[in-house]
């Protein structure tokens, strides 16, 4: 699948993107600056070239002039000289009670433009330190008033301005930012106009080294994408499961634990009325409670069923698998060494199995540690989200070391993980750096971006395009990405997004294999 994303722009079609590596557009950055003190302060905050070496690929800042008459103006001069990315910066009116003077809000749409990178800059000039926001910014004719705010904000509008739409309608192809610096706010509209302004100039010549990093990671770009990737059959079971819990009987319903690892998912779940907990003593007495994807102890059950718990379990149908081989080993007499990481919900489950017989091994070295009752009746099982090379390091330790061992009946790492291993290893090698999609406590997702790291490719894990640092991108014309089993596909389109908002963008997909497992339903939400 290759498909062209050009810069988005309304309904203005951008130039076919150059070849991969190619700037986005000719030119430097264009600054625009409505008024010759906003341009002044975000002169101040570029880096100054040293004298007598400033080149044509130095900053310019272009002061366009009060008010949408002169906006206008400016914008058609821009049509006769060329320019790269473009940034329009200068003040404006904060339009909900949320904004403190000083704020920087960064426009995600500006009239009939969109401005797909802006969750990147935001993110970044946080990370500067700065208050910034994205949301939509509207142009108006005239100072807003104070009784107009309020309907400006019910439409989904943070910000007002006098000169941004008929800029950014100039911008062409090109990649478009656009940051306004709060200087009123609702509170007092014009009482603070001053002091608010003084915070608004500062925080505007704090962000323009910011956008000169932006800027610098302009340019056109190719995305490969990992095939297969994001939800598997087991978290979209688990997800079903509380969605279907929540219909058939109202708010609330109890959670285990996080349903499945990732922070979107179960923020939207929270949303709808899931309550998570991360034990049962917070569930009250005879609440319906799920069991998340990763499964539970004996014990678990045991006390849920004590407290008279309705229980609806969501456990991986490959997880209980791997808690079935616990039981049979342990019952035939085996001593299991279980391949795996410490405090993982997984893991924790499946050594309440049969605590007395099973012991957690996380290396070779932790092989060489073991003291099993008899060497001669020793079986290894593995966690199903690890990384097929790092668990093929300890089972040929575990193999070496006890020539006898039992293995599992069948692969404990899941489909769904090694599938994503090769497809993102598959990718890796064509790609400058991978971006991996997935929460820090996923280790299906963690062990995607040390799979990258072992072939020798930059790999950075993302909960959202937010979390894209700016200096990664610099100098980079291919970049893989991929999302972790509980990734939601959403989150990967928004990355495109963000991405194609720096500039013309090609997107192909790397499919190594195709998934066509489903799992079903337990009894207590089937309809």
Not at 484 to 513: D, K, M, N
Request: proline fraction near 7%; charge should be negative; aromatic fraction near 4%.
């Amino acid at each position: 699948m290759t498909e062209t994303i050009p810069h988005p722009r309304g309904d203005q079609a951008g130039p076919a993107p150059g070849p991969v590596g190619e700037p986005a557009g000719p030119g430097p950055l264009l600054i625009c600056a409505p008024m010759r003190i906003e341009a002044r302060a975000v002169r101040r905050g570029l880096a100054q070239p040293a004298a007598g070496l400033a080149t044509d690929s130095s900053p310019t800042v272009l002061r366009t002039g009060y008010g949408t008459t002169r906006a206008a103006q400016s914008a058609q001069e821009l049509d006769a000289g060329p320019f790269g990315p473009m940034a329009i910066m200068g003040v404006g009116a904060g339009l909900t009670a949320d904004l403190r003077p000083g704020d920087l809000v960064v426009g995600t749409e500006v009239g009939a433009v969109s401005c797909g990178s802006a969750p990147l800059l935001a993110a970044e000039l946080e990370r500067a330190g700065l208050r910034a926001r994205t949301g939509k910014i509207t142009t108006t004719d005239h100072l807003v008033r104070r009784s107009q705010r309020a309907a400006l904000a019910a439409d989904g509008y943070l910000a007002a301005d006098m000169e941004s739409a008929p800029l950014a309608a100039a911008a062409g192809g090109h990649p478009l930012a656009v940051i306004r610096a709060v200087s009123d706010t609702p509170d007092r509209p014009l009482a603070g106009i001053v002091s608010g302004g003084l915070a608004a100039l500062r925080s505007l010549r704090a962000a323009a080294p910011v956008v000169e990093r932006w800027a610098a990671a302009c340019g056109t770009r190719q995305v490969l994408l990992a095939g297969p990737r994001s939800f598997c059959a087991g978290v979209e079971r688990a997800i079903e499961i509380v969605e279907r819990a929540l219909e058939r009987q109202g708010e609330p319903v109890y959670v285990r634990k996080q349903i499945v690892h990732n922070t979107r998912v179960v923020g939207d779940l929270e949303s709808r009325g899931a309550v998570f907990v991360d034990e049962l003593d917070e569930v009250p007495d005879g609440a319906t409670v799920v069991f998340s994807a990763h499964g539970v102890s004996p014990a678990v059950r045991q006390d849920a069923s004590r407290r008279g718990l309705a229980v609806i379990d969501a456990t991986c149908p490959l997880v209980s698998k791997v808690h079935a081989e616990a039981r049979r080993f342990a019952a035939d007499g085996y001593t299991v060494a279980l391949i795996g990481h410490a405090g993982h919900e997984e893991v924790e489950g499946t050594l309440g199995e049969a605590p007395a017989s099973t012991v957690l091994v996380q290396t070779p070295e932790d092989v060489a540690a073991l003291k099993p009752r008899d060497g001669e009746r020793m079986a290894y099982l593995m966690q199903t989200t690890l990384s097929v090379d790092e668990a093929a390091s300890v089972s040929g330790a575990l193999r070496e070391r006890f020539p006898a061992v039992r293995a599992p009946g069948s692969d404990d790492i899941c489909y769904a993980t090694t599938n994503r291993q090769a497809a993102v290893r598959a990718v890796a090698a064509e790609s400058d750096l991978v971006l991996v999609a997935g929460s820090a406590n996923s280790s299906n997702s963690v062990r995607l971006v040390e799979t990258c790291e072992r072939a020798g490719t930059p790999a950075y894990l993302i909960d959202s395009a937010a979390d894209i640092e700016l200096s990664w991108l610099t100098g980079v014309s291919v970049i893989g990405l991929t999302a972790g089993a509980s990734a939601p596909p959403a989150v990967v389109e928004e990355i495109i997004s963000a991405l194609a908002g720096l500039g013309p963008l090609s997107v192909a997909e790397r499919v190594t294999t195709t998934e066509s497992i489903k799992f079903g339903l337990p009894k207590e939400v089937r309809q």
